[in-house]
């Protein structure tokens, strides 16, 4: 199901004078505190549009890195480092709200921004420390999302001061997504009883780079998905569907990483299951559509369309020399 979340990025209120007298040692005698800038996201909104099995967003995590004065010479409230930012539904637009208000350390120092959303992916260690990189394991339904305003250098408290430049944090897919539509093609009923995709489930995420790379171990992801009945000749492509998503049966795969599709289909009482790699090349924050054509038991053709979430281009998947399964 199609949902979609906006995000802006806003600080906890709190009286500035007060956190003034709070700033006023500083470990670091050469920077002035004597006017703090605050850190504010600006009031852009990055809309995106999310294809996964997440229901609500709720958290997402984000990153002030400070890159000219060394992290351990800086307060507590000069960076943040892998910070929760609680995402409140207002009216359908989602606003992050982080923890405590941080400040530019000094005029001149130079920040970058970052953010991701794990869904329901799990990350292990490593993300609380350069070079901010963990390994996230899916299961085929979580939508990552990575975002970065590095700013070339630009954010600092007299950018922010003088000329109002905050930064804004714009959330991408990091994922690739299949989708699968059927078509008949045979003179006799067939069924499409379930798909899987042999690819690696694991994969490391760069948060600086704003990436996901696939791992080398495949692993097995089964698409969530109700049987496909399919009369002879029909004629016209079908979506293979989820009882839980109107849309289309869809799967989140590691982009650029090699994939091997196998369906299960049936006519009348015998089964088979055949298997065909993936040679096309898939990007993140791409959305392929593959049609399969089905000629009875005795071949599959498949055709992919590549879909950007929004736009398509087809591309040609040939399962003609597939080799069925002992």
Same mark, same amino acid.
């Given at each position: 199901?199609?949902?979609f979340?906006?995000?802006?990025?806003?600080? *906890?209120?709190?009286?500035?004078g007060?956190?003034?007298i709070q700033?006023?040692?500083?470990?670091?005698a050469?920077?002035?505190?004597?006017?703090?800038?605050?850190?504010k996201?600006?009031?852009?909104?990055? @809309?995106v549009e @999310?294809?996964?099995?997440?229901?609500?967003?709720?958290? *997402? &995590?984000?990153?002030?890195? $400070?890159?000219t004065?060394?992290?351990?010479?800086?307060?507590?409230?000069? !960076? #943040?480092?892998n910070?929760?930012?609680t995402?409140? $539904?207002?009216?359908?637009t !989602?606003?992050?709200?982080l923890?405590?208000?941080y400040?530019?350390?000094?005029?001149?120092?130079?920040y970058?921004?970052?953010?991701?959303?794990?869904?329901?992916?799990v990350?292990?260690t490593?993300?609380?420390?350069?070079?901010? /990189?963990?390994?996230?394991?899916?299961?085929?339904?979580?939508?990552?999302?990575?975002a970065s305003?590095?700013? $070339?250098?630009?954010?600092?408290?007299d950018?922010?001061?003088? &000329?109002?430049?905050q930064?804004?944090?714009?959330? $991408?897919?990091?994922?690739? /997504?299949?989708?699968?539509?059927a078509?008949?093609?045979?003179?006799?009923?067939? =069924?499409?009883?379930?798909?899987?995709?042999?690819?690696?489930?694991?994969?490391?995420?760069?948060?600086?780079?704003?990436t996901v790379?696939?791992?080398?171990d495949?692993?097995?992801?089964?698409?969530?998905?109700?049987?496909?009945?399919?009369?002879?000749?029909?004629?016209?492509?079908?979506?293979? =569907?989820?009882?839980?998503n109107?849309?289309g049966?869809?799967?989140?795969?590691?982009? &650029?990483?090699?994939?091997k599709i196998?369906?299960?289909?049936?006519q009348?009482t015998?089964t088979r299951?055949l298997?065909?790699?993936? *040679?096309t090349t898939? &990007?993140?924050g791409?959305?392929?559509?593959f049609?399969?054509?089905?000629?009875?038991?005795?071949?599959i053709?498949?055709?992919a @369309?590549?879909?950007?979430w929004?736009?398509?281009q087809?591309v040609? #998947?040939?399962?003609?020399?597939?080799?069925?399964n002992?």
């Amino acid at each position: 199901m199609k949902k979609f979340f906006a995000f802006a990025i806003a600080a *906890v209120t709190m009286t500035v004078g007060c956190q003034k007298i709070q700033d006023l040692v500083n470990p670091n005698a050469s920077v002035d505190d004597t006017d703090l800038v605050e850190i504010k996201f600006s009031s852009n909104i990055a @809309t995106v549009e @999310t294809k996964s099995a997440v229901t609500e967003l709720t958290t *997402v &995590n984000v990153y002030g890195i $400070n890159g000219t004065t060394a992290q351990a010479q800086l307060k507590d409230t000069r !960076y #943040f480092i892998n910070t929760p930012a609680t995402a409140t $539904n207002d009216a359908g637009t !989602y606003k992050l709200t982080l923890d405590k208000t941080y400040f530019y350390n000094g005029k001149t120092d130079k920040y970058s921004f970052y953010g991701y959303f794990l869904d329901a992916a799990v990350a292990g260690t490593g993300l609380d420390a350069e070079p901010y /990189q963990a390994t996230v394991t899916i299961t085929g339904e979580e939508d990552i999302l990575l975002a970065s305003a590095a700013g $070339n250098g630009t954010y600092c408290g007299d950018e922010a001061e003088t &000329n109002g430049l905050q930064p804004s944090l714009e959330f $991408n897919h990091a994922l690739s /997504q299949f989708q699968f539509e059927a078509q008949n093609m045979g003179k006799a009923a067939i =069924k499409l009883e379930a798909i899987s995709i042999a690819t690696p489930q694991t994969g490391t995420m760069d948060v600086l780079a704003s990436t996901v790379t696939a791992g080398t171990d495949d692993g097995t992801i089964d698409v969530g998905m109700t049987a496909l009945e399919l009369g002879a000749e029909n004629g016209a492509f079908e979506v293979v =569907k989820d009882a839980a998503n109107a849309n289309g049966a869809l799967a989140m795969v590691m982009p &650029n990483a090699t994939y091997k599709i196998t369906f299960t289909v049936s006519q009348g009482t015998e089964t088979r299951t055949l298997t065909q790699p993936v *040679v096309t090349t898939i &990007n993140a924050g791409t959305a392929y559509k593959f049609q399969i054509k089905l000629y009875s038991l005795t071949a599959i053709e498949l055709t992919a @369309t590549l879909t950007p979430w929004g736009s398509a281009q087809e591309v040609e #998947f040939d399962t003609s020399n597939a080799i069925e399964n002992n």
